[in-house]
C-alpha cells in the first residue's frame, strides 16, 4: 500500500529521491568537490596512513566514482549490456565475472544506479543526435584517477590539479546530464500514458510510479553544485511537474500536460538537448 488517492507511488518518490539526495549528492558535493581545503579533491596524495594502501586522494577519487556505480570495466559493456537490454549472454544483464572466479563482486563487478540509466538514455538517444554520456562519465573518472595515481607520494602540481578538475567535470556533467535526461524519458512516459485517460488502456498504478520517478529524479538535480539547472529553472520546472500528477476527469488535464512539454522544452534548454532526443527518450 504506497500508492496514494493523489497518485504518489511512494516507494518510487522515495527511492529516487535517496538515490540522488544520498548517491548524487555525495558524489558531487562531497567526494568530487574541490570547495575545501583538505577536502574531496582537494586532499592530501602524499603519505597513506597506518595501514591503509590508499592516500585519501586516492580514496575520495574511489569513492565518488562508486556513487556512480559502474564496474571497474564499465567501458567494456555496450549500451544494451550496461542497462541489462541485450548484447553477450554473460554481459547482458549488467554484470559479469570479470576475474573468472564463478561469483560476480558487488565492489567492482556490476553496474548500479546512475551508471545504468547513463547507458539506457544512450541507447535510446537518436541515430541522428547519439549520446554517449556513460562513455563520458567514465572516461572521466579514469583520467582523474590515472592522474592521482601518477601523483601518489607528492602535492599535485597546478597543472596535474588543473587536469584533474577537468576531468571531474567531465564526468560529473555526463552524470547530470544522463540523470536530466531520464527525467526527460519519464516527462515523455507521462504524456504517453495520458493519452490513455478514459479508455481501458489506462493504468493509475502506471501512471503513479512515472509520475513519482520523474518527481523524485527532478528534485535530486538540485545536489549538483556545477549543476546546469539554475535556481530559478529549478523551481520552475517543478511548479510545472507539480506535486502530485493530474489524473483522469480532473478539469486541467490539458493545461497540466502544456505544463509538462513546457518542462520538457526548459530540460532541452539548460542541458543542450537535441530536439531529436526530446521526442524519443
Not at 529516487?16 to 568530487?32: A, E, H, P
Not at 596524495?45 to 590508499?54: H, K, L, Q, V
Not at 587536469?163 to 567531465?170: A, C, H, I, T
Request: net charge negative; aromatic share 10%; with cysteine.
Amino acid at each position: 500500500m504506497y500508492i496514494t488517492p493523489a497518485g504518489r507511488d511512494l516507494k518510487q518518490l522515495i527511492e529516487k529521491f535517496l538515490l540522488m539526495g544520498v548517491n548524487y549528492s555525495q558524489g558531487t558535493d562531497d567526494y568530487l568537490d574541490n570547495d575545501l581545503d583538505d577536502h574531496g579533491i582537494n586532499s592530501n596524495n602524499i603519505e597513506r596512513s597506518g595501514t591503509a594502501t590508499y592516500t585519501s586522494l586516492e580514496h575520495v577519487g574511489d569513492e565518488g566514482f562508486g556513487y556512480f556505480g559502474a564496474a571497474r570495466d564499465y567501458a567494456d559493456y555496450t549500451d544494451d549490456e550496461a542497462a541489462g537490454s541485450g548484447g553477450r549472454p554473460d554481459y547482458r544483464s549488467s554484470y559479469h565475472d570479470t576475474d573468472g572466479d564463478g561469483a560476480i563482486d558487488l565492489e567492482s563487478e556490476i553496474n548500479f544506479h546512475a551508471s545504468v540509466n547513463a547507458a539506457k538514455r544512450d541507447r535510446g538517444s537518436s541515430d541522428e543526435d547519439p549520446t554517449d554520456y556513460s562513455q563520458d562519465a567514465i572516461d572521466g573518472f579514469l583520467h582523474g584517477r590515472a592522474i592521482i595515481n601518477s601523483a601518489v607520494g607528492g602535492a599535485l602540481s597546478d597543472s596535474q590539479m588543473s587536469d584533474l578538475v577537468m576531468y571531474r567535470d567531465q564526468a560529473v556533467l555526463a552524470w547530470e546530464r544522463a540523470i536530466a535526461a531520464t527525467v526527460v524519458h519519464y516527462i515523455n512516459d507521462t504524456l504517453e500514458v495520458m493519452e490513455f485517460f478514459g479508455t481501458p488502456a489506462y493504468s493509475f498504478s502506471d501512471h503513479a510510479k512515472i509520475c513519482s520517478e520523474m518527481k523524485g529524479f527532478a528534485l535530486g538535480l538540485q545536489f549538483n553544485p556545477r549543476g546546469q539547472l539554475n535556481d530559478a529553472d529549478f523551481l520552475t520546472l517543478h511548479d510545472l511537474m507539480r506535486d502530485a500528477p493530474v489524473l483522469p476527469g480532473d478539469a486541467d488535464v490539458e493545461e497540466y500536460r502544456q505544463g509538462l512539454l513546457q518542462a520538457r522544452d526548459l530540460m532541452g534548454d539548460a542541458y543542450g538537448f537535441a530536439e531529436s532526443n526530446l521526442l524519443i527518450w
